[in-house]
């Protein structure tokens, strides 16, 4: 999905834009233009996606060394 976003921000910076107003997904490019509105919230304001939701991201994985997994597995 970040390669689909790089060739998002490279046509973007091709047609001479540091920034622009919204990114539109429809179906699949639904999911590219959340990832570009996550991943570079600076370069595309808004966003709105057609016919497919969006999850959002995965969860992050804090806090994973091996002690915390140990008591993580103790107390579930």
């Known amino acids: 999905m970040l390669n689909l976003v790089r060739d998002v921000m ?11 107003d919204g990114v ?9 233009a959340a990832w570009c509105s996550l991943v570079r919230a ?3 304001r808004c966003v709105a996606m057609m016919s ?3 999850a959002g991201p995965p969860p ?3 806090n994973t060394n ?3 997994r140990f008591f993580a597995a103790v107390v579930y």
Do not use: E, I, K, W
């Open 10 to 20: 490279s046509l973007v910076s091709a047609l001479g834009y540091r920034s622009v």
């Open 66 to 68: 091996s002690v915390t």
């Open 42 to 44: 600076d370069v595309f």
């Open 60 to 62: 992050l994985p804090f």
């Open 24 to 32: 539109f997904g429809h179906d699949a490019g639904s999911h590219v």
């Open 52 to 54: 497919a939701p969006f």
